[in-house]
């Protein structure tokens, strides 16, 4: 056998390897993966202590700097 001959036969046995699966044989979609309530959730809490806080400073340090709501 030539050395030609073997070159083209394992770059054919190669390419085979390699090929992807027949059409009709596609692989599943990977389940979706949850929706992350807990970080959201987290986020949230932090976001509004975080304005309440701050509020609360202002109106410590800084009175009649805020509108008063309710009063009537």
Wanted: net charge positive; charged share 10%; glycine share 12%.
């Amino acid at each position: 056998m030539n050395p030609e001959r073997m070159v083209s036969d394992a770059l054919r046995a190669q390419a085979a390897r390699g090929r992807a699966a027949p059409a009709g044989t596609r692989r599943p979609q990977p389940p979706p993966r949850p929706f992350p309530i807990g970080w959201v959730l987290t986020i949230a809490l932090l976001v509004g202590a975080l304005v309440g806080v701050s509020l609360a400073l202002v109106s410590i340090f800084l009175p009649g700097a805020l509108p008063s709501v309710g009063a009537g």
